[in-house]
């Protein structure tokens, strides 16, 4: 270190008479001039923040004041003292957004006549909210998508069915909740043609958005299972539909599909759940044949509709599956599948045996039934 700084003072000295006087002075000022432009930046953007800010807390303290005044009439209206057009005197030029805003927050809290009358206080000021449907900022469209859906059916229905259309998937997908409703069994078909848009979301998930429909979308569903020119997850959604439907004409259909031979392991799957609970013994041929398929998931599947369909002469079918099968987890759907069907014995004797399925026997023994 010591030998270090003689050397650094040297080459200072050495660049000092190498770089001109005015050279030196031009930098000096060119570096003054920049450090100065980044302090009235910081200032100027410093400013910004503070005005900003204000902007907010005026804005917050501007809607905390028609909160206060808005939602004593709002109760009012909601206990049928007073008529939903009454209310909508007390909304001022400018301040129509922020009432739809709240309306739509209570519209979420309620069902039935309660909604339709705040869907009345907010009707006049909706078309500002279509006008945001076809504007260039997906959050906005998502936003304006839901308000629709919520305070505008049945008459701005076709700006929603539009929104299933979207470029963006959130848009899409918040048209498609909007639409999925019980009371409106009417969308079913607008939905269902739109299904493959929203694939990446969990299956479960949207078998339970067109479930919540009602039996009136089941034979939607059943066409869309049907249809060997769809995606595979679009039909095993309809699957899961069904399923959850107690659908039983849906049995055919899943019957038909296992017919065709080959195709995607979980639509198979999924039609062998629907067989497990709408199904009945005239479909345990099918449910028999599919025990011997070479994938190890429709197989574990096949063996756990087995189970609820079978009849006495299966078990010894099930027992071999859960000695013999070459897969873990169909030893186990097997084990449970005769565990529910009366075969408890044979898990007691095979857990006991000191073969080396005696631990999945074990295991599904102790299981509590969920």
């Known amino acids: 270190m010591i030998g270090i700084l003689p050397l650094a003072l040297t080459v200072a000295a050495q660049l000092d008479r190498l770089i001109p006087l005015a050279l030196q002075n031009r930098v000096f000022l060119i570096l003054i001039v920049a450090i100065g432009a ?7 953007l410093g400013v910004i923040a503070v005005v900003l800010r204000a902007k907010n807390v005026q804005k917050a303290a501007r809607w905390q004041r028609l909160e206060a005044r ?5 109760l009012e209206v909601l206990a049928g003292r007073r008529q939903p057009e009454a209310v909508r005197a007390l909304v001022a030029p400018g301040d129509e957004l922020y009432f739809v805003d709240l309306v739509l927050r209570y519209a979420r809290r309620v069902r039935g006549t309660e909604r339709d009358l705040l ?4 009707e006049p000021f909706l078309p500002p909210v279509v006008e945001r449907v076809h504007g260039a900022d997906a959050e906005r469209r998502a936003r304006a998508v839901q308000t629709l859906g919520e305070l505008g059916l049945p008459r701005y229905d076709r700006e929603v069915i539009t929104a299933l259309d979207d470029p963006s998937p959130l848009v899409a997908m918040i048209a498609a909740r909007a639409l999925a409703r019980r009371e409106s069994p009417q969308y079913a078909a607008d939905v269902l043609a739109r299904l493959h848009r929203f694939t990446s979301w969990r299956p479960s998930f949207l078998a339970s958005m067109l479930s919540s429909m009602g039996p009136d979308v089941a034979a939607g569903l059943r066409e869309t299972l049907a249809d060997p020119s769809l995606v595979s997850t679009v039909r095993s959604i309809a699957a899961i539909a069904l399923r959850q439907l107690n659908d039983l004409p849906s049995a055919a259909v899943a019957v038909q599909v296992l017919a065709e031979g080959g195709g995607d392991r ?3 799957a999924a039609c062998l759940r629907l067989l497990g609970t709408v199904g009945s013994t005239e479909h345990l041929s099918t ?21 609820t369909l079978g009849e006495p002469a299966d078990l010894a079918r099930l027992r071999e ?5 070459v897969s873990h987890w169909v030893a186990i759907s097997a084990a449970r599948a005769l565990k529910d069907s009366g075969g408890a014995d044979v898990l007691r004797d095979l857990a006991s045996a000191g ?3 005696s631990s999945v ?5 102790w299981e509590v039934p969920e």
């Open 38 to 44: 980044l302090f009235v930046v910081t200032v100027v």
């Open 70 to 74: 808005w939602e004593p009439e709002f």
């Open 119 to 122: 869907a009345r206080m907010a």
């Open 266 to 268: 979980d639509l198979l």
């Open 287 to 307: 449910v028999r044949r599919m025990t011997t398929s070479d994938d190890f998931v429709v197989r574990a599947t096949a063996f756990g509709a087995l189970g």
């Open 321 to 325: 599956a859960a000695y013999q099968d």
């Open 355 to 357: 073969h080396v399925r």
């Open 361 to 365: 026997a074990m295991q599904v023994l």
